[in-house]
């Protein structure tokens, strides 16, 4: 590589470096905004809380303490929901970074193969197949292991909703 090609990689780095940051940026931006949503509703119920208890108005300070408990359960469904959705882009937009380079890579070293094959002594053609099917298998198993990671996650969410919908805090208080 000359100099030139290693500005132009250098510079190519930088714009990716650059656009990963902005989207990481807004990423925060996102979460920090469903984190506000949960911050300002958690003050407003407690303000109405402390307004009943102030009035010693202990039958509606109950009501609210029930309706916010309910409240608090479907909000928090719905928060894991959007902080899931914006964790899954993040990592599919990091997988598909990396997956791009793995292939840019592994061209590369084919291509530098096919373009030694000839100058290379005895067995060459060998060498060059065994390097090019490791990193094709390479290839195939990071995107195989991306499809399991996600295939988890996807189990674990159903498990949690399932978890979540057969034991409900249904109990009569007495």
């Known amino acids: 590589m000359d100099k030139k090609d ?3 990689w250098q510079q190519e780095k930088a714009k990716e470096l650059f656009d990963y940051s902005h989207k990481l940026l807004d990423a925060a931006k996102d979460l920090s905004a469903h984190h506000l949503e949960e911050i300002q509703w958690g003050m407003k119920n407690a303000m ?5 208890a102030a009035k010693n108005d202990l039958v509606k300070l109950k009501e609210l303490q029930e309706s916010a408990a309910k409240e608090a359960a479907k909000r928090a469904t719905v928060y894991q929901k959007k902080v899931k959705s914006v ?9 598909d970074g990396t997956e791009k380079h793995l292939e840019k890579v592994r061209s590369s070293l084919v291509s530098w193969l096919e373009d ?3 100058k290379i002594p005895g067995h060459a053609d060998k ?3 065994v390097v090019h099917d490791m990193s094709t298998a ?9 499809k399991i990671v996600n ?3 996807d189990a674990a969410e159903k498990n949690i ?8 805090s249904k109990k009569k208080t007495k």
Do not use: C, N, T, Y
Not at 48 to 52: I, L, M, V
Not at 87 to 95: F, P, Q, R, S, V
Not at 161 to 168: G, H, I, K
């Open 116 to 118: 030694v094959e000839d």
């Open 138 to 146: 390479g290839q195939k198993m990071f995107k195989e292991g991306r």
């Open 48 to 52: 109405e809380s402390a307004k009943s």
């Open 151 to 153: 295939q988890v996650a």
């Open 87 to 95: 964790l899954k882009e993040i990592g599919d937009d990091a997988a």
């Open 127 to 129: 060498l060059s197949k």
């Open 161 to 168: 909703e399932d978890l979540r919908s057969s034991s409900p």
């Open 6 to 8: 290693i500005q132009a």
